[in-house]
């Protein structure tokens, strides 16, 4: 039996994740009216084209059929995401902040995606209207355009299955509920309290009420965007340990701290990628920790510094609280392998995730046994569970496709003018949605001086990221296309 393509529920789809888009507008347009600033004219147009194009396709998806498929459902994950960045690049672009299409894009999707990399050279000269909108884009795209709509969805007689299991990501996804709605909202209701109770310490600890709700809005999506040209480097020692645990947090997958804020602590200390992740973070930083200690003489700051660029790194929040360019090459070299691992699945994190870094490992060491042991059966045990073939085999092929494409960037990078150490940098800061890198744009994360056509090559690598590859490269599998 064949089945046509369900365009209708795709455009009905976007309608809605469009009106939401529409209304998170509102906030930076009553900022900037708030603030009497000169981009209100902007917002205001912005927030009119968004409302009208969102209605429009509302109108295209009229009496679309409710069932959503494999296809549609990747169609609409990774379309959604371009949708946004079309739409939220405007107010950039109309109000003069980044007055090149190319720019307006680049920066637009850095935010979705929660790269953080930014190509304002004076973050702190642009209007707030600007500067929340950064955040919140990070904020929206952390835990999921599409998370966020299929707590909605069923409202419109939409369901979220498919959506959800090509958006969340990580080798497996977990339902805390029958209903895939309410485990949507679960996630999104810890995301909210968690960002609230960051931006209230924020506060108490002395941070203005703006840069509050900005830092907190894009810790919690490990994004990275700040509101000042050195990062957090000039807060208070206070501001950056609040930082820096509510980052620690954010790479965990919210399944388990839903787990853990319910009273469940067991499930939550039990969680073999949860010690993975936890144990990298500590490890790496009292390894930087040490080598910072080696050339200065003060061992909190040390501590600090080590433990703060080791979790920002890990999480791919990519916020800074020292320049690591000026340490001494062996630690930036540490933060540059510290990129490809990521948070934990389930998270707003990028990279390569814990949970597939420790079945690659498990892997390698059960082949070893394998080739010592020829006739005995040594299976990969996770979380007391044996692995599937089909599990391992996915973790296999997700890293092979990681590296080629990180090796295709830097061969892009590099017929672009940009240095091979810069090049491979940035390829793999992009496709784990970093932010920061190592050379010329190092621990700044501003990469103004790009070159066009590395620009657009680099918002596609933050989306294959974002969408962790098979998202992506499943549309354009031609089986994925067959009736």
């Not at 600033?37 to 009119?48: F, H, R």
């Not at 933050?462 to 499943?474: N, S």
């Amino acid at each position: 039996m064949t089945r046509t393509f369900n365009w209708r529920l795709v455009f009905k789809t976007m309608g809605v994740l469009t009106t939401l888009e529409a209304i998170f507008m509102l906030v930076p347009t009553v900022t900037a009216w708030w603030y009497n600033e000169a981009d209100l004219g902007a917002w205001i147009v912005t927030s009119a084209i968004t409302w009208v194009s969102s209605w429009w396709m509302l109108g295209l998806g009229r009496h679309a059929e409710k069932r959503v498929g494999e296809r549609e459902g990747y169609v609409i994950v990774a379309t959604v995401w371009i949708v946004y960045s079309l739409f939220g690049m405007l107010p950039f672009w109309m109000s003069g902040a980044l007055p090149s299409i190319t720019d307006a894009w680049y920066e637009t999707m850095a935010g979705f995606t929660t790269t953080g990399s930014t190509l304002f050279t004076d973050v702190a000269a642009q209007p707030h209207s600007i500067l929340l909108w950064r955040a919140l884009m990070q904020w929206i795209g952390g835990m999921g355009i599409i998370v966020l709509s299929v707590a909605i969805l069923p409202m419109f007689g939409l369901g979220g299955m498919q959506l959800y299991s090509a958006e969340v990501t990580g080798v497996s996804y977990e339902k805390l509920s029958p209903r895939i709605a309410d485990t949507a909202k679960h996630m999104w209701l810890t995301y909210i309290g968690l960002t609230v109770a960051e931006g209230v310490l924020l506060w108490l600890f002395g941070m203005g009420r703006f840069d509050a709700v900005c830092h907190a809005m894009s810790t919690i999506s490990t994004g990275g965007f700040a509101t000042h040209n050195d990062s957090v480097i000039a807060f208070s020692p206070a501001i950056q340990w609040t930082i820096l645990v509510f980052m620690l947090l954010s790479g965990i997958n919210f399944t388990q701290l839903i787990y853990l804020f319910r009273g469940k602590p067991m499930r939550f200390l039990q969680d073999e990628e949860t010690h993975w992740y936890v144990g990298a973070c500590i490890a790496a930083g009292v390894l930087l920790a040490a080598g910072l200690l080696v050339h200065t003489n003060g061992m909190l700051s040390s501590i600090r510094i080590g433990l703060f660029t080791s979790i920002a790194t890990i999480t791919s929040t990519g916020f800074v609280a020292a320049d690591y360019m000026i340490w001494p090459p062996v630690l930036w070299v540490i933060v540059f392998f510290l990129m490809f691992t990521g948070g934990a699945s389930g998270s707003t994190s990028g990279g390569m995730k814990w949970v597939r870094i420790a079945i690659f490992a498990k892997s390698a060491l059960a082949e070893i046994k394998r080739r010592i042991h020829p006739n005995a059966v040594i299976p990969v045990r996770f979380n007391g569970h044996t692995l599937r073939e089909q599990t391992t085999s996915n973790v296999v092929a997700f890293m092979f496709f990681y590296v080629v494409i990180i090796g295709l960037a830097t061969l892009w990078f590099c017929g672009c003018g940009i240095g091979f150490d810069e090049s491979l940098g940035i390829a793999v800061s992009m496709i784990g949605n970093v932010g920061v890198s190592i050379g010329q744009w190092g621990s700044s994360g501003c990469y103004a001086a790009l070159p066009a056509a590395a620009k657009w090559v680099a918002t596609f690598v933050m989306l294959i990221g974002r969408l962790e590859i098979f998202t992506v490269l499943l549309l354009f599998s031609r089986s994925l296309w067959k009736k």
